[in-house]
């Protein structure tokens, strides 16, 4: 909850600082920082300090969140979305490949390992991303203060942002709904698996990379609605297949795998949406977009733990279930309009 916490400051608090700040510069800070953080983290001696101290390392892991922007201004408008694609299948590949490998370490060398490996790979990342990274223009001058408010104020200013911020909210609740639950599920019998294996499930999400690539191309030929409707659609049928097959592991890998291509599939359609909206403010509609999706997450994790302590598996597929058609309905819909690119100031 606490390193929760901190990423949403961080996506509240830092991430807009890409439009005032050179982003070269903000997101190799952010990775140093990133990286000092969890250095701490795995030298910690009591419990509360360890606490504040994974605040701060979700404070300052929002270095995507910086770099997903500043891709979209590198990139042609016809190739944006799948420039974006690209990115978020990185992003992917590392949560999925951090819970298997997290898993087997701390199975192995203990809980701390998994801090020392993410330090060392931070401060790797901050080295190379300060020798690769293009420089930039020099940033237009506002006040911070401005800049974090107006993030959200984007959110009353464009239509399409607010209804982007729904459709990402749904599905990274549907998304948190699963991972919340799925190793109270797996732990307990009929499969009684020890962590390293359950973190194995990771990789079954393997195919939302195919999902994100795809994705990016449908939102360059401008086939964004069929799109989303069929990542929203797959949403709710993924907790279908989960609920149905609970004591079958094939239909629980079946339900990942769906689950991971819906979530990465809307959300990749989302943001090359978002950002042809205010090229001159994309890090902070990127800043009020993860704020949403984070929130939905954050609901979604919630109310999985109530659902599941009340009505077990079931239950909380169930409430997937329904974020799922929370992001359908809308999509079925909602007539998008051709996005119009204008100014934030």
Avoid: H
């Avoid at 609605?225 to 004591?247: C, D, E, P």
Wanted: aromatic share 10%; glycine share 12%.
């Amino acid at each position: 909850m606490s390193t929760q916490i901190g990423y949403a400051i961080g996506l509240a608090l830092v991430v807009p600082l890409g439009d005032l700040i050179a982003r070269r510069k903000l997101v190799v800070a952010v990775f140093a920082l990133a990286g000092a953080a969890m250095a701490l983290g795995a030298w910690v001696p009591s419990f509360g300090v360890f606490a504040v101290i994974t605040l701060v390392v979700g404070l300052f892991s929002v270095g995507g969140q910086i770099m997903i922007p500043f891709a979209a201004d590198l990139s042609s408008e016809a190739r944006r979305g799948r420039t974006v694609a690209r990115l978020m299948s990185g992003l992917l590949l590392g949560i999925l490949l951090s819970r298997t490998v997290s898993g087997f370490m701390a199975e192995l060398f203990g809980w701390r390992s998994v801090y020392v490996m993410g330090a060392v790979l931070m401060a790797l990342s901050a080295a190379v991303l300060l020798w690769l990274l293009p420089s930039e223009a020099a940033r237009p001058g506002i006040a911070y203060g401005r800049l974090v408010l107006s993030a959200f104020a984007l959110l009353g200013t464009f239509s399409q942002l607010r209804r982007r911020a729904w459709l990402g909210a749904m599905g990274f609740a549907g998304f948190s709904v699963l991972w919340t639950t799925l190793a109270f599920k797996l732990s307990a019998p009929p499969f009684s698996y020890s962590q390293a294996t359950i973190g194995l499930f990771g990789l079954a999400g393997a195919a939302g990379v195919f999902a994100a690539n795809v994705a990016g191309k449908l939102a360059d030929s401008s086939r964004q609605r069929l799109s989303t409707i069929v990542a929203s659609a797959l949403l709710a049928a993924s907790f279908a297949v989960l609920g149905l097959g609970g004591s079958s592991i094939v239909a629980i890998t079946v339900g990942i795998v769906l689950l991971d291509v819906a979530v990465q599939g809307l959300q990749i359609t989302n943001q090359a949406i978002i950002y042809a909206l205010a090229p001159d403010a994309r890090s902070r509609i990127n800043s009020a977009y993860m704020v949403c999706y984070f929130l939905g997450g954050a609901a979604g994790s919630l109310l999985a733990g109530l659902a599941y302590s009340s009505g077990g598996w079931g239950a909380s597929c169930l409430l997937g279930a329904g974020f799922g058609i929370a992001a359908l309905v809308p999509s079925l819909i909602w007539q998008e309009r051709q996005t119009v690119v204008a100014s934030a100031g």
